[in-house]
């Protein structure tokens, strides 16, 4: 979702993520190790533990893991989330680097009352819209917490019944963006954490193991590094990186650039898209995909009439990966088998939702 210049009151309240600019390193979002108030009591918030070995998830050297925020995935089959607590209130946190700002289904929870701030204009998959700004007051993530968070109200997201946890907020780039994000789907792990800038530290290739693929991250719709470069059939195509869509999307305008025949479509299955719209298009069948140093044969996308064009869970779903945004560089595995603990219940319905007319899709 991309930010417009948004007002309140009749006055400019704030430019988000115009083209070119990184966002600021987010105040709040960060390692504490012994918190304590204004009187040096301890604070309301104290850091849980981390619930994995950190060292041996990223094979770093402990001096490269700093401002560490390490969670559980809540479910792997599902839409990655994660727990955390908005003010007084608990649920799923979906990651998803391809939205500016972080975003909150304030409809999803009567007790949870949020101020309004003014309005912005977004930039949706499928379409324009105006959506209300907010601010939390407290948000605490992992071992981390942040306060007076500015978000966007979302409204209400309708779940699967069942889940471990309701959605309750999206993680978008201006909180992930300032960190290193390891996703290990398979284990159902995630790590954010902020390397320094010395030898020992440069090779984030090893977080993910001797055989890893690489590709650059390169500047999206909006200027920051969310994007990588997806060849299709000799045709190179920017896809921002967005493992909260169940499947790939591809925009039929950049496809048809591209060479792809209105016949090729027509010879697809027929899919729809929910992203608050819905979505119509077409599944296609790429004979070959490269991705910096990786290719594979087939490779699925659904071709619909979108804004921006999306590399979905369906590619990280069995791989581990580190989104290092700091230092512009997407490092990846092969696929690999399920390592963690078993899934109970069903996982979180993606807030972008692809779905195959005649054909079943791998959840």
């Not at 850091?47 to 050297?61: C, G, Q, R, S, Y």
Request: overall charge negative; aromatic content about 6%; hydrophobic content about 40%.
């Amino acid at each position: 979702m991309t930010l417009f210049p948004h007002k309140a009151g009749g006055g400019l309240l704030a430019i988000l993520f115009l083209a070119g600019c990184q966002p600021e390193i987010h105040e709040g979002i960060r390692h504490i190790a012994a918190p304590l108030d204004a009187h040096g009591k301890p604070a309301s918030f104290v850091p849980p533990p981390f619930p994995f070995d950190v060292e041996a998830e990223t094979n770093l050297p402990v001096t490269c893991l700093r401002h560490v925020l390490a969670s559980e995935l809540l479910n792997r089959n599902g839409a990655p989330t994660i727990p955390v607590r908005i003010d007084n209130e608990e649920g799923a946190a979906f990651l998803s680097p391809s939205e500016d700002m972080i975003g909150v289904f304030d409809g999803n929870d009567e007790l949870l009352e949020l101020p309004d701030d003014g309005y912005v204009g977004t930039l949706t998959l499928g379409t324009i819209a105006t959506t209300r700004l907010t601010h939390i007051h407290e948000l605490r993530m992992a071992q981390g917490h942040a306060e007076n968070v500015e978000a966007m109200k979302l409204g209400t997201f309708n779940d699967k019944p069942g889940v471990a946890m309701g959605a309750l907020a999206i993680l978008g780039f201006d909180l992930l963006g300032n960190y290193d994000v390891l996703l290990d789907i398979p284990a159902r792990r995630l790590l954010l954490f902020m390397p320094p800038d010395t030898p020992e530290c440069r090779d984030l290739s090893r977080t993910i193991g001797p055989h890893s693929f690489r590709a650059p991250l390169i500047a999206g719709r909006t200027g920051v590094d969310n994007m990588v470069a997806v060849t299709l059939d000799g045709a190179p195509i920017g896809m921002h990186v967005e493992p909260s869509s169940n499947l790939s999307v591809l925009s039929e305008k950049d496809a048809t650039a591209d060479g792809l025949r209105r016949v090729d479509l027509d010879e697809g299955d027929r899919t729809n898209t929910l992203d608050g719209s819905t979505i119509l298009g077409y599944r296609h069948r790429y004979h070959e995909a490269r991705i910096g140093t990786w290719h594979g044969r087939p490779f699925g996308v659904n071709v619909e009439t979108v804004n921006y064009n999306l590399l979905g869970r369906d590619f990280f779903r069995h791989r581990k990966v580190l989104f290092a945004f700091r230092q512009g560089m997407m490092f990846f595995s092969s696929e690999e088998p399920d390592t963690g603990p078993r899934d109970i219940g069903p996982g979180n319905l993606p807030p972008i939702s692809s779905h195959v007319a005649h054909a079943a899709v791998r959840q």
